[in-house]
């Protein structure tokens, strides 16, 4: 069965600063990679997907994603963090044809002044 | 366009009770998932309603039931709830093609007593 890890429960990065959320999956089959972004209080917001294609995924508001089958990794960047970026972020991963998609524990990231 | 909507948004129930929430889906989309989101975890796929069919289910005891509707709104019933129940409920729509992306609703918080 598929899983997720993402390694970081926390993160905090200066306001302007790079960051990069770590996830690492396991799978049976082709995998379906997400990112998802939760603020609090609210439900998830999609900010990119990896289905099949060129590794480097664009999202929106600035983030991307690398996929890496070698290293089993969708880890997700953004060169320059604003502080409306702090919330919750979860990798999810779903196997083809299969719609049990898990997700991750998740990586709540603060952003400092 | 009205993206997903989940009610209530709270609500308070005492173990041994029953409980429906609901979800209006994205307009356009056919395809209802409900998640299980305990505090600090991810979500936890329940099922997937598809042509008012249940499509999918996750690792959930039958207490877990659900319906979907013509108009292709879902209700998801919880019986005999338990303490671990607490948790968000979280609805997501997406189209009829297994492995599209979903759109989540604010979520359903609810509380057992």
């Known amino acids: 069965a598929q899983s997720v890890t993402q390694p970081d429960i926390h993160i905090t990065v200066s306001e302007g600063a790079s960051l990069e959320l770590r996830c690492n999956y396991s799978?049976?089959?082709?995998?379906?990679l997400f990112w998802y972004v939760q603020s609090p209080g609210q439900g998830l917001q999609l900010l990119l997907k990896?289905?099949?294609?060129?590794?480097l995924v664009q999202g929106i508001k600035g983030f991307e994603a690398e996929f890496k089958r070698s290293q089993s990794s969708f880890n997700l960047r953004k060169p320059s963090v604003h502080w409306s970026d702090a919330a919750e972020y979860f990798c999810?991963?779903?196997?083809?044809?299969?719609?049990?998609?898990?997700f991750g524990a998740g990586t709540r990231l603060t952003v400092k002044p | 366009d009205a993206g997903v909507t989940q009610s209530p948004t709270h609500l308070i129930k005492t173990r041994g009770q029953q409980v429906t929430l609901r979800c209006s889906p994205k307009?356009?989309?056919?395809?209802v998932s409900w998640y299980q989101q305990a505090l600090g975890q991810g979500p936890q796929f329940i099922f997937q309603?598809?042509?008012?069919?249940?499509?999918q289910r996750g690792n959930f005891p039958d207490r877990f039931s659900g319906h979907q509707f013509p108009n292709y709104s879902s209700e998801l019933n919880v019986n005999a709830l338990l303490l671990g129940d607490s948790a968000l409920y979280l609805c997501?729509?997406?189209?009829?093609?297994?492995?599209?992306?979903?759109?989540f609703g604010d979520g359903t918080r609810l509380s057992i007593l």
């Open positions: 997501a729509s997406s189209l009829g093609q297994r492995n599209q992306p979903q759109h």
């Open positions: 799978y049976g089959a082709t995998p379906y």
């Open positions: 990896y289905f099949s294609g060129d590794t």
């Open positions: 999810a991963v779903a196997v083809y044809n299969n719609n049990d998609m898990r």
């Open positions: 307009s356009g989309h056919d395809t």
């Open positions: 309603y598809y042509e008012e069919e249940e499509r």
